[in-house]
């Protein structure tokens, strides 16, 4: 079984930095891109980056771009998120998740997520 | 950016049927996969390429795509069903991760 496991949240003031990890296991972590997905307090699921397995590919949501950095580790089986410049509107939980291809042409999604560590951006 | 639309809520009686709507523009041609989201929980993979379930997921669960829009269809609904579903797809004009801004599932 897929075990994925957040840290690094916690309370930062505005244009604070913030580095998240996600520790992976049970699974060949080099082989599959991942991601960080979050969510606001009582808001909906919003994609904020993601990574090619070899980390030769990034992506990054318009809100995060030039502020967050996603970058891994697959010797240590670790995932991270750089949060610089941060803004009370990036308080929520993030979330790790393991990306799958889907059936389609060019077609991804979350196959397996962890739990999320929450990061509150407040003065 | 592409928007995908789903209803606020949806309410449902113990044994019925369930359908939640994700709509798209020609979301047909895409992929579509769905999650659950139980409260204070994180989410979980229920239908991933528009009709398949992940190992675990029971069959109650299935999903349709078409046109302008994809289903999630939960059969004999439960009880413990009862949480936020969210729809999502891929934007490859963008390279974007999408989700619909979900749908809470009350079982009454």
């Known amino acids: 079984e897929v075990h994925l496991w957040e840290s690094g949240g916690g309370l930062v003031q505005p244009w604070g930095s913030l580095r998240l990890s996600c520790v992976a296991s049970?699974?060949?972590?080099?082989?599959?891109?991942m991601a960080w997905v979050r969510q606001a307090p009582g808001k909906g699921l919003e994609w904020v980056s993601s990574?090619?397995?070899?980390?030769?590919?990034?992506y990054y949501a318009d809100s995060v771009k030039g502020r967050f950095t996603i970058s891994r580790d697959n010797s240590k089986n670790t995932l991270s998120l750089q949060m610089n410049s941060l803004r009370v509107e990036d308080t929520a939980i993030y979330y790790c998740a393991k990306v799958r291809m889907g059936a389609r042409v060019n077609d991804w999604y979350f196959a397996h997520w962890g739990r999320g560590t929450l990061v509150t951006v407040s003065s | 950016s592409y928007v995908l639309t789903q209803p606020p809520s949806v309410s449902v009686a113990p044994g019925k049927t369930a359908r939640i709507t994700c709509g798209g523009n020609?979301?047909?041609?895409?992929?579509v996969h769905w999650y659950q989201q139980r409260p204070g929980q994180a989410p979980l993979l229920v239908i991933y390429d528009e009709t398949d379930r992940p190992s675990g997921i029971p069959e109650r669960f299935s999903g349709t795509n078409s046109d302008n829009t994809a289903t999630l269809t939960i059969s004999r609904v439960e009880a413990g069903d009862e949480a936020t579903y969210y729809c999502?797809?891929?934007?490859?004009?963008?390279?974007?991760?999408?989700f619909g801004g979900g749908t809470k599932l009350t079982v009454l």
């Open positions: 990574i090619s397995g070899s980390s030769e590919s990034t």
């Open positions: 999502q797809i891929w934007e490859s004009s963008g390279d974007h991760w999408v």
């Open positions: 020609n979301i047909g041609t895409k992929g």
């Open positions: 049970d699974f060949t972590f080099s082989n599959y891109a």
